[in-house]
């Protein structure tokens, strides 16, 4: 049966592309993937995300004079919890027993750049998790600085890299070479 089209003329089971959508069953009801059949392999995926901000909120990070404390140790812990509970947050993602988590930020002149790298051996990817990582992690800082600076803007959270899988090494556009 072919697939039906939404108002804007998109398929509703395939994606620009032409990939189906995996979460989509037959009858567009969101379903979760069944990765009972898959090998386990090792996957690694990085996600990376940026908090822009007043120049006086990155000096009071970098001097560590923040009222509310380490605002890079309380965002690390906040950014590995939040990749341990990603199947709790996004209804379809599988409970996965993840090997690794890192969290590493970058303070610039009036911004922090955030990544997270999560690899796990198991039967489906982790870039959920490496992108709710992040996602937490800016919140944190975001939350530890609103007091001083409520203009802060978080954004361009996306995965930036993965490996492992069925589809195999995957490179955002965006990545430096």
Do not use: W
């Not at 990603?86 to 090997?99: G, K, Q, S, V």
């Not at 990817?125 to 803007?153: F, Q, R, W």
Request: aromatic letters at 2%; glycine letters at 10%.
């Amino acid at each position: 049966m072919p697939a039906a089209n939404d108002a804007r003329g998109r398929s509703d089971d395939h994606v620009e592309g032409g990939a189906p959508l995996s979460h989509i069953d037959e009858q567009g009801e969101a379903r979760m993937v069944d990765v009972g059949g898959k090998s386990a392999t090792h996957r690694r995926a990085v996600a990376v995300g940026r908090v822009r901000m007043d120049r006086a909120t990155a000096d009071r990070i970098r001097s560590g004079t923040s009222t509310k404390g380490n605002v890079f140790g309380v965002a690390r812990i906040a950014g590995i919890q939040a990749a341990k509970r990603t199947a709790e947050l996004i209804p379809l993602c599988h409970p996965l027993p993840i090997d690794h988590i890192q969290v590493d930020f970058d303070l610039h002149e009036a911004a922090v750049d955030i990544r997270a790298e999560v690899g796990v051996t198991g039967r489906t990817g982790v870039e959920m998790e490496a992108l709710t990582a992040v996602s937490v992690a800016a919140l944190t800082i975001y939350d530890m600085c609103k007091a001083s600076d409520p203009a802060m803007v978080i954004e361009e959270v996306r995965l930036d890299e993965k490996t492992g899988g069925r589809k195999g090494h995957y490179r955002h556009p965006a990545q430096k070479k």
